[in-house]
């Protein structure tokens, strides 16, 4: 079982629409918890932490549940320029596993 | 400020050779890693260090070596490159303050 897991995708979805992606960790040790955003060919780029609290950015929003060892994000009103790989990220002391990540497609 | 570097970006080795993968940060970052990123996948890690003169493995160590000399630097070395090592490779320095990694921008590695 992989240690990180999130649904491939992709997800196609036009403009101005909401979309979450779930993503799930099998560590119950993980401490920390990022979305990262990796457009093509290029590097992954941190999008947000993820805090137990939840918490929001703009239009995206990101969730925790420990209990269930459960990530989400949330993005509102989708720009074209959203169009990327998302990826879940758990970390214990700063050994961070990653996700497959989420394709998403923004249509006009 | 240039965060972190990798060189080359793009290499094509032949089976059997070998060479160094550079990576240079400037932000006093103790903790470095390298990860390889195969198409489709997620990211893996090789190697890490959490200051110089310590490494440690990571999850697929196997064909590969690591040194870590000073705080900035930290290369990553294939001995005997196989086409199983053909992959995007990355590596990245965490700070607490942003709490998180920076990338650097990734070095195309391809054996045949």
Known sequence: ?108 | NAGVTQTPKFRILKIGQSMTLQCTQDMNHNYMYWYRQDPGMGLKLIYYSVGAGITDKGEVPNGYNVSRSTTEDFPLRLELAAPSQTSVYFCASFGIVLGGYTFGSGTRLTVV
């Open chain 1, 1 to 108: 079982r992989k240690e990180v897991e999130q649904d491939p995708g992709p997800f196609n979805v036009p403009e101005g629409a909401t979309v979450a992606f779930n993503c799930t960790y099998s560590n119950s040790a993980s401490q920390s918890f990022f979305w990262y955003r990796q457009d093509c060919r290029k590097e992954p780029k941190l999008l947000m932490s993820v805090y137990s609290s939840g918490n929001e950015d703009g239009r995206f929003t990101a969730q925790l549940n420990r209990a269930s060892q459960y990530i989400s994000l949330l993005i509102r009103d989708s720009k074209l320029s959203d169009s990327a790989t998302y990826l879940c990220v758990a970390s214990n002391n700063n050994d961070m596993r990653f996700g497959a990540g989420t394709r998403l497609t923004v249509k006009p």
